[in-house]
């Protein structure tokens, strides 16, 4: 990425040059070929040149007489972002098909004053009552849609003013990006931008040897803000390992614990009772403890989660670039609810090959031409994980049908799901990525209790949910 300074600079200089380069490269190609027919001599020939190379001197200085006329603080500031425009259907049984189009924008400034502290905001598409989605769906008769304050933090690096190395120390501190280590969404959506802070210790570092890094990660996030009681919040740490096997193989390990506080007045606050479909959608999400009236038996209050969540998590990636034809790997990742009774296990296990070199569920690609294929398999029990947080694109759903168009229940979160997610990613353009994604999900138990509320998916038909995108990134 180029800082602004640099991003006028190059709007600058090539507004500037690119009618001398044109006459430039045509007054040598014209040179040559005069030179050839013997219509011009050598010296001719070197005192137009050397016209041309004084042009390109004047252009020059004039370029940078105008840079010098910038105010210096451009150089700290680096724009970054990212457009994404996407097809989306969903196909059941005999569902009546469902087809949206969406769209994703990002839009954000780092600025670095110093090695040793920066600063970066963006603003994002999407609901702003939705932690895990900047989707925007077309659907709204061309009005316009929400941007929303995405992120907002600051980085400290301790460094020279402190006699500290460079880069030991990361302290994060505001709205930010989810910085543990993962390799898939089974605990934190990519989406999600948590608030608190974080800080990051560096141990071990190399570039020869089995252990090429060993780094450290703590977790201080406020889920919500309660003035009359105690503050719902997540604390946590990760261990996070970096090896090497020859020049064959990079193998990654992880292990975290995520610890929540207090999050009985998150489910009352933000889980609403109301809703034709509440008694499905309860069941389907984390177990929740309701109040439900007497006569009609209707979910009436929340009163919080059935059980707490402390999640110990484990994380592997093994890459290997040079073993096969192509480069491969394979990832996974578990979750594990030590305050849940039952339903507590989930994990993501996959495999990719291709240009991608590591981080296969992503595909993050480089170079035009450069592909990925990935495949991954889903299994994540109903308390395993927060469902307000994970991934929320394997959401298990039935929707209307042809006999039923106005019925159709919706899941809470990438919980209670068994699935199967098979994505393939190419690069058509510098900073443009196609990716085609498809989701098989059906619902891990079929038949759920929910506080004394049994609840059917009617033969727990298999959903498929495509997703067809394209995604500049600047």
């Known amino acids: ?81 990212d457009v994404r425009m996407r097809f ?41 009552n939705n932690p895990v989605t900047r989707n925007q769906t077309f659907n709204n008769t061309f009005t316009q849609n929400n941007i929303n304050l995405d992120q907002a933090y600051l980085t400290i690096k301790p460094g020279k003013t402190f006699n500290l190395e460079p880069g030991l120390f990361v302290l ?14 089974l605990v934190w959506d990519d989406d999600l931008t948590p608030e608190g802070a974080t800080e990051t210790v560096n141990l071990f570092e190399q570039r020869e040897g089995f252990l090429r890094g060993l780094r450290i990660n703590g977790f201080q996030w ?15 740490g990760q261990i996070v390992a970096d090896t090497a096997l020859g020049s064959e193989a990079n193998w990654t390990l992880a292990f975290a614990d995520f610890h ?45 989660f059935v059980s707490g969540y402390n999640i110990v998590n484990g994380t592997t990636e093994l890459d290997l670039p040079n073993l096969l034809p192509v480069p491969a790997g394979i990832f996974g990742e578990l979750a594990y609810n030590t305050q849940a009774e039952g339903r507590n296990v989930g994990f993501y296990v996959g495999a990719g090959i291709g240009k991608a070199g590591k981080d296969f569920y992503h595909n993050s690609l480089k170079n035009p031409g450069d592909w990925g294929l990935s495949y991954t398999f889903a299994w994540v029990e109903q308390d395993s994980t927060l469902a307000l947080f994970n991934y929320d694109d394997i959401t298990y759903s039935q929707g209307p049908s042809s006999t039923a168009p106005q019925t159709g229940a919706s899941g809470t979160g990438g919980v209670n799901i068994i699935g199967h997610i098979i994505r393939l990613d190419y690069e058509l353009f510098p900073n443009v990525q196609l990716t085609w994604k498809t989701h098989l999900i059906n619902a891990l138990d079929g038949s759920l209790n929910q ?17 067809v995108d394209a995604m500049l990134k600047f």
């Open 88 to 128: 989306e259907g969903f196909y059941q049984g005999d569902r009546i098909a469902e087809n949206r189009e969406r769209y994703r924008a990002r839009v954000g400034l780092t600025a670095v004053p110093s090695e040793e502290a920066s600063a970066t905001v963006r603003l994002a598409t999407g609901d702003p």
């Open 451 to 467: 506080s004394d509320n049994v609840v059917s998916w009617n033969g727990n038909p298999t959903l498929a949910r495509m997703q």
């Open 222 to 236: 406020v889920v919500n803000e309660v003035s009359n009681n105690q503050d719902p919040w997540m604390g946590g």
């Open 1 to 81: 990425m180029r800082t602004m300074r640099g991003v006028l600079a190059v709007a600058v200089a090539l507004s500037l040059a690119v009618g001398l380069a044109a006459s430039v490269a045509h007054a040598k190609d014209l040179g040559d070929i005069l030179l050839k027919k013997g219509l011009i001599t050598e010296d001719d020939l070197k005192q137009a040149r050397e016209e041309d190379k004084q042009k390109a001197a004047v252009e020059e200085s004039r370029r940078d007489a105008i840079m010098a006329k910038l105010p210096k603080w451009l150089d700290m500031i680096t724009p970054f972002g």
């Open 260 to 304: 929540y506080s207090n999050l009985n007045s998150v489910a009352r606050k933000f889980l609403s009772p109301s809703g034709s479909s509440q008694n499905k959608q309860l069941a389907v999400g984390n177990r929740l403890l309701v109040a439900r009236d007497a006569t009609t038996g209707k979910v009436t209050s929340i009163n919080g």
């Open 172 to 185: 994060t501190g505001g709205k930010f990006s989810t910085n543990a280590y993962r390799v898939s969404e």
